[in-house]
């Protein structure tokens, strides 16, 4: 059953590999150098190739786990994510959807998720574009998680905890709100 959280995990990994095909550069010069001479080389552009080929249907794995949270908190124009289809639904899984998305370049204006899957983007209130993972309704979610001692909830209405402040602060950090 796909989950966000192996998928953060894997993604993350496969990035720190796909580094490692990626040309370096020579510090003192700032000039760009070959990396095929590095022992894991092949091994990095494997990655970055599997990286690539995944990256639309990753995007559109991550909008089917949207979820409307005006119907689930009442908090207005909110839209939170699930872990895993039927699965629960909090901060944690905002942040583990965001980072990978970010790592991807799936949270670009001008990236080329031009291919909505299917999906009624019409109701979608968006910042500047149509990319349904960068609507303004996520922040409004993850800014209704605060509670009065400043730390973030897993939830609208529950205790602040030190791993759900973390995610929530990193995915505004993405989110660039």
């Known amino acids: 059953m796909p989950h966000c959280a192996p998928s953060y995990a894997a ?6 590999i796909a580094s490692l095909g990626a040309p370096s550069r020579d510090d003192e ?8 001479h590095h022992p894991y080389h092949k091994a990095g552009l494997a990655a970055l190739h599997s990286l690539s080929s995944k990256r639309l249907q990753l995007y559109a794995f991550y ?6 949270a ?17 699965g629960e639904v909090d901060v944690r ?4 959807l965001l980072a990978p998305c970010y ?8 990236n080329d998720n031009d291919d ?11 910042k500047k574009n149509s990319n349904l993972l960068t609507v303004m309704a996520i922040t409004r979610h993850i800014a209704s998680c ?12 529950n205790e602040a905890h030190g791993g759900y402040t973390f995610c929530a602060l990193a995915a505004l950090r993405i989110l660039n709100s």
């Not at 010069?29 to 095929?36: D, E, G, H, L, T």
């Not at 899984?93 to 583990?96: D, F, H, L, M, S």
């Not at 605060?146 to 209405?157: I, L, N, R, S």
Request: proline content about 3%.
């Open 103 to 110: 790592l991807l370049g799936l949270l670009d204006d001008e």
């Open 11 to 16: 993604i993350l990994s496969l990035s720190i």
């Open 63 to 68: 909008v089917s786990l949207r979820v409307n």
């Open 146 to 157: 605060q509670t009065f001692e400043g730390g973030f909830g897993a939830e609208p209405q």
């Open 29 to 36: 010069n700032n000039i760009p150098q070959s990396a095929s």
């Open 116 to 126: 909505t899957h299917g999906l009624d983007t019409r109701k979608c209130e968006t």
């Open 70 to 86: 005006s119907e689930l908190y009442g908090v207005t124009n909110s839209t939170a994510f699930r872990m895993q289809h039927d």
């Open 93 to 96: 899984a905002t942040y583990c």
